[in-house]
Structure formats: structure tokens, C-alpha cells
């Protein structure tokens, strides 16, 4: 499976952004799904996890309200919906992939994962 997470870029706080992951390589609508992000000099962290029909969601704390993960197997896309960005949010995202159509919140339960893209939210 290969991830290409693209929508990055540079907002003021208070802005929003919409991330998108393409996946190929097959069996997307089968996997649950994950965007985890690390800003500089921090661990990698949960964000948020979607399963495979996109009927069950979850989300760190910190981003409640303002964040919503969504798919579209018909076009083998992941989104990430950003809203009331903060500069606490900047980091670099990563969409993942699992083997199983369950969520998770934890990284080592992903199998693969796409590049990143970098958010820069400025105060």
C-alpha cells in the first residue's frame, strides 16, 4: 500500500485546512485508516482514526471539535478536515494505514505510511 498525503501549507491561527491521503496498491476501503502527526522536537502523536465504512471515528482530545476524519473509498482518499487551527498544531502530518478494518490509536498497530505533510499555523 502507498500513501501520498498532500494539503499542507502555512495558516493563521483561527484558519482551516483540509489534508487528503491517496492510497493505492489496493484493499482501501477494507482498511481502517489513521492521521497521526510530530511536531519539531516532539514525539509522533495520535490524531485521529477512521474505520474501513468510515462510521466510526476517533480523536485526540486536543483536537475535539475542530478536527474530522473522513474517507471516500470510492476514490481511495483520506481526508483530514482542520478548523480552528492553533499554533500548537503545527507539525508534520502523516496518514496511515492498517491491515485491519478496525480503528486504533496507537502507531505500531499501522502498517504503512505516507510521507507527510507539513502545517505551519502561525499566531
Known amino acids: 500500500v502507498q500513501l501520498q498525503a498532500s494539503g499542507g501549507g502555512l495558516v493563521q491561527a483561527g484558519g482551516s485546512l483540509r489534508l487528503s491521503c491517496a492510497a493505492s496498491?489496493?484493499?482501501?476501503?477494507?482498511?481502517?485508516m489513521g492521521w497521526f502527526r510530530q511536531a519539531p522536537g516532539k514525539e509522533r502523536e495520535f490524531v485521529a482514526t477512521?474505520?474501513?465504512?468510515?462510521?466510526?471515528?476517533a480523536y485526540v482530545d486536543s483536537v475535539l471539535g475542530r478536527f474530522t476524519i473522513s474517507r471516500d473509498n470510492a476514490k481511495n482518499l483520506l481526508y483530514l478536515r482542520m478548523n480552528s487551527l492553533k499554533p500548537e498544531d503545527t507539525a508534520v502530518y502523516y496518514c496511515a494505514a492498517r491491515s485491519s478494518s478496525v480503528i486504533a490509536r496507537t502507531g505500531y498497530e499501522f502498517d504503512y505510511w505516507g510521507q507527510g505533510t507539513l502545517v505551519t499555523v502561525s499566531s
Open positions: 477512521i474505520n474501513w465504512s468510515g462510521r466510526d471515528t
Open positions: 496498491g489496493g484493499l482501501f476501503s477494507t482498511r481502517a
